[in-house]
């Protein structure tokens, strides 16, 4: 069993049913089950947050408006602390102490990133959830886990999705996809179809031998069951 897991959970995941914003009721029953697995398995648990449901740097620097990219990646890393202030209130809520920590300095809504305080929230059974990406633009919030993971001496990256794994294709587009159980870093990096994680996230893993899981947050358990060691969607090692 992991001892110190880092979760990584996209803007998305935030507005549950929703397009747009964040959806209270997904987010309450996500951090229902992130208190129960962090409870029940003693783990340490960081988690790193996107802001996809808000703001995406990419598709709002476009050619033909006047937002510059590194504009719009601020941006998003704003849109990172909405989702970490909406997480840490509903974990604390649920009895879970937590904390909010952010890379970019708003220092009247969360700490600023410090990795010895988190280390230390972490002893003491807190969850850190950190927001603002990596504090700089043109690095995706991918690439600010893994960091984040290997500064916090994580075993593990668990990466949220809405599939089950990693497939050979788009298994909601294409029936016929086939499901991997486990891949190398390489083999993910050398696979143009695996766009589960971008690149540099994945090379960096490789780097450090990071392993990472790519699972299903939709299906009930599965966090403490990774947590625990079991055999849920796709292991990149």
Known sequence: MAKRILLKLSGEQFAGKERFG???????????EIREAVTETKAQLAIVV?????VRGAQVARDEVAIERATADYMG???TVLNGMALVDTLEHRGQPARLQTRIQINSVAEPYIRRRAIRHLEKGR???VAGGTGNPFV???TAAVSTALELDCELVMKATKVDGVYSSDPLKNKRAKKFDAL???ETLNNSNVKIMDSAAVSLAMDHHLPIVIFDLLTRGNIKKIIQGQKIGTLIK
Do not use: Q, R, Y
């Open 77 to 79: 890393m704003l849109a």
């Open 50 to 54: 996107g802001g996809g449901n808000f």
């Open 184 to 186: 190398t870093h390489l």
């Open 127 to 129: 969850i850190v959830i």
């Open 140 to 142: 995706t919030t991918d």
């Open 22 to 32: 964040i959806d209270a009721n997904f987010v309450s029953k996500l951090a229902e």
